[in-house]
Structure formats: structure tokens, C-alpha cells
């Protein structure tokens, strides 16, 4: 155990009981699987040989580097999460362990009211120079001050101090938060004396602004050269500071990862099929069942296979923009869910691969289903007045469609709420009270998507609405959502399995008015709120899954979305060049980090085109 040093400047409380112990990680589900002495994971091959290129498929395009103004300003290149290092990183043969990454340590007390997190002697920037409390305080202050998404996210932390050499103390604004001394481990750590300096020109660095300029980071890899717009190249750091860590060991063992931007899905698959990239994700159902028939594939020099997702769970829905008056009534919203006829797309579009999502938390145990009991019921009680007597008196589910009768039933459902909500159908058009015709918009940047609402907007139209599908650049879409400027869009929510504070930049009252936030909705509920904060301050997992249970239902009952579909799996192919250990539970297809290139492999399917 480590000996701790600098407590007589935590907080003075803490002279009145024993110091915390310092602690080599941290869970949320109680004990760690690898003790303080661990040589590393279980999951990665000590011995995995260092080398080669992956050239990867990235959809979209880029002009920033800044990760702090991601969602804000600029699309971020996403290849640039990987230069920076974390305090704390992930296993992923755990549901929620976390070991020191920059950081050696942490310490909490048992009412998780403040950590103290103490970092590596060696942890050094890619320019030789060492991490400092000095670089954690400025990443907090930065985060906070530039990103919605992380003001959210540690929204909470009320004060980050230096405690000693290499400690750094974050204090909450209140006991009882199991989660903020974990999520604080999650804290990208930015070197602040190369923001605080100038570049090459001489021109100061601005922390709040996009930038293409290559930024300095800790991590084992930094950026070699990139073209704006599309391609960026991430080399191995062979001075890499951390690469003998238990955490580190057998991972990141490829010289060089290539992303090449493409903004269409069709001519990225082609790429592939050309060679011209090395795997590629596929999230097209179609293309899965038809595509992927080309001869490298029979010769078994192309690889397809199915990984499957246990580290998490998701929403994928058509998202309304309530803030306009169309959507702020829920019979509305409700009436385009029993337009929506998922059996019979999944059946035309999908090759009946797909299932309805039935939950904000679809794909784990804190799912909703059937009629609420016991401690969720309880909770659901405390709010019973300001909640829809629906939320406990009957289990949420979609409509079903996929015959006709059946789509005949949900139009009629669909007419009736409508008309209860003051529309009405004059001369073959959906018209609000003042006579004024019903127009939406389906805001969308991909083809794929494209797609799938141009199957939908047939059954809005036979309710009389008039329904336009707009398809814009990827930039043009991140700047209208960013500003909430739609009306309607598909968005995806996902879900870790110990839900907490990024509820509330998904669907608190706060985030809604925050340009950038993911509450791309704009729900203002305070029984919504009420229940974050009891998923937030759960002090057990029987509380987390009931009151994550209890979240969920209100949120399907006010209808904010309509829910669309899910796949268990994450399908690759890929040529086979690479090899990999045994993949860890909650590691999905553990692409690129624990793979390495094999060059017996290699050869023996030849050389890339």
C-alpha cells in the first residue's frame, strides 16, 4: 500500500477519522479483479510483435484538433482521443474497474465526497516534460469552461486543488455520489504550458478555439501528418513514457493507424473492397446480408465476423425538437410512433435482422420492462403526481405493425391523437387550428439514414402532413444540431452500465438550453430531473438499476422519441493481416488496440493494392 503523504492539507474533517487508503484502482460494483502488483491483463499477448499500418475508414470530415471545443466548434478529427492520456484507464473483462493510468492513486472517503488522485513520478508529454498537477487542475478548468457536454459532466466538481508534489484533490459539492470519484478518473489531461505557448508562427495558442495545428499529448501515439478534410496518420511513440505499465502492456502495437475520411458510405465500402483500407465497420443490414460477395471474400482473404456488445446499451430513435410548438405536445409525438411501421422496414430494409428498441437503456439489466415493483414502484410513488398514471399502471410498448391491418389500426390511433392534440384533416391536408398546414423536416447527413426516413415519410404523409427529408453535409448538420435548428433527426444515446452524471446532459432541464448539449430534445421535465439525481446519488446497485428503471419509463411514456432498432453485434470484415488474443467481455471487437499486424498473414494474401 502506498504511504500517504500531504494530509495535512485535505480537508481538516478528515483529522477527526483515519485517512482513506490510497488505492490502485477504483469500482463501481465492489472489488477490482487485478491486485495493486499486477503484471497486466489477462486479455492482451505480452509478446504481441510491434509494427505495421491499419488503414481505417472514418465517415464524415474534419477541421479541428482542439478536443475541448468538440460539439461546439469544428468537427474534431476522432483519431485524436488517442494522443491524450486519462488518470485512470478501463479493463474490459470488467463492468466498471478502473486502474491508474497518469495517476499511481487515489484515495476517497467512504460518503465519496472528494478524491485525491496522485500522479506518476515518470508520466511525461511527448516533449519530454512531466505531468503536472498544474495540467490536471488546467484540464478541469478548460473542460468545464468550453464543453457543454463535460460543464455537465463534472458539473459537480466545485473545487480541484494541488495537495502535494504530485497530488491533485477534487471536492463535490455534496456526499453521497458514488460515481464522481471514477468519472473524475476519466478526465483528459491537456498539457497546459503548450496551450498556454505559442506555435510556429509565433501566435499565441487559444484553448477556445479550433486548431489544426498538431497537438502535444502523453499518449503512445501522436499525430505524424494529416491531409484537412481527409486523412489523418497516427504514429507510435517508441519514447512512449508509459509503455511498460501493467495497464499498457501487449496494447497499441501498431507503427501506424491511417484514417482516410470518406463522406459517403457506399464509395467507403468500395475503398474497402479495393484494398484501399484494412477493415471496416458495417452498420448497414443490407450490405451485410448483400455486399460482402466479392471473390477475396471467397478465397477467405477478407475476414467477417460479428463481435458482440456487452459493455453497453442504447437509444437510436427519430429525436423530436420539442422546443418547437409542433412537438411540445405528446400526443403529437405519440402519433408519429403509430406511424412508424418498424416490422415492415425491418422486413424490406434490413432482411429482418434488426429489433425494436423498447428502452432508453436497451441492451442491459436496467431496461424497463412490465409493470414496475418493488424498490423501482417505490421510487416511481415518490413522483406520482406529476407522472402520466400510465408509468405505473401499464408496461411501455411500441405499436407493431408489418400487415395491414395492423397499420390500418395505428393510422386510426394516429388520427385520433392528432386530432385530440387540435389538428384536423382539411382537404387532404393535416391543418393546426388556424387552418395552417402541418410541415416537418427530417434533418440528415447520411445516406444510410436518408434511407430509412424516406420509408417512414409515406405514413406521415397519408395522415395529411407534408414531410421534406433535407440531406446536408456533415459540417452544415453538426452546425443546425448544434444550435438546435431542426425539427427532426435520428440521434443515438449511449448507455454505459452504471448510468450517473451524463444523464444530465442527456436529458436534464440545464442541458436544454445549452447550444452543443445531447439534450438534442429539449426535454424540461423536473420529474425527469428528480430521477437523474436519483440515479446520480444511488448509494447501491439495487438503487442504480431501480431508479434507472424508473427514469426510463417516464421518458418512454412522454413519448420524446420514436425508438428505432438495435443489433447485438458489431460487424467487421476485414482483410486478414492481423491477429489478436482471446478478446476480453466488454471489449467488443478490441479494434485497434489489442490486435497486431501478423506478417506470416500478411504474405500469405498478399500485398495491399
Known sequence: MLKAAGLDVI????AQSPAPAWRHALSLFGDVKYPADFKRFDYVNPDAPKGGVARQISIGTFDNFNLVVAGVKGNIAP?????????????????SSQYGLLAEAAMHPDDHSWVVYRLRKDAKWNDGKPVTPDDVLFSMDVLKKYSPMYSSYYKHVVKTEKVGDRDVKFTFDAPGNRELPAIVGELLVLPKHWWEGTDSDGRKRDIGATTLEKPLGSGPYAIKDFVAGRSVTLERVKTYWGEKLPVRIGQDNLDELRYEFFRDTTVSLEAFKADQADWILE????????????PAVTEKRVVLEEFPINDSGRMQAFAFNIRRPLFSDKRVRRAFNYAFDFEEM?????????????????????????????????????????????????????PVGGDPEKVRENRRQSTRLLKEAGYEVRDQRLVDKDGKPVAVEFLVSNPATERVVLFYKPSLE????????????????????????FDIIVDIWGQSLSPGNEQRDFWGSEAAKIPGSRNTVGIENPVVDKLIDKVIFASDRETLVAATRALDRVL???????PQYTYGFLRYARWDRF???????????????????DKDKAEKIGRRS
Open 11 to 14: 480537508a481538516s474533517a478528515q
Open 346 to 398: 425491418n422486413k424490406q430494409l434490413f432482411y429482418g435482422q434488426y429489433k425494436r428498441i423498447n428502452s432508453y437503456f436497451e441492451g442491459t439489466e436496467l431496461a424497463s420492462t412490465g409493470i414496475p415493483q418493488g424498490k423501482e414502484l417505490e421510487i416511481l410513488k415518490e413522483v406520482y403526481g406529476d407522472i402520466p398514471p400510465e408509468v405505473i399502471a401499464q408496461p411501455y410498448q411500441n
Open 79 to 95: 483519431a485524436v482521443g488517442l494522443i491524450y492520456e486519462t488518470l485512470m484507464t478501463r479493463s474490459q473483462d470488467e463492468a
Open 556 to 562: 418512454l411514456w412522454h413519448y420524446y422519441v420514436v
Open 283 to 294: 452498420s448497414s443490414a443490407k450490405n451485410w446480408a448483400t455486399a460482402y460477395d466479392f
Open 462 to 485: 397519408r395522415l395529411g402532413m407534408g414531410v421534406t427529408v433535407r440531406t446536408v453535409d456533415d459540417a452544415q448538420y453538426q452546425n443546425r444540431v448544434r444550435n438546435f435548428d
Open 579 to 597: 491477429s489478436h488474443a482471446p478478446l476480453p467481455k466488454y471489449g467488443r471487437s478490441g479494434l485497434p488496440s489489442l490486435w497486431w499486424f
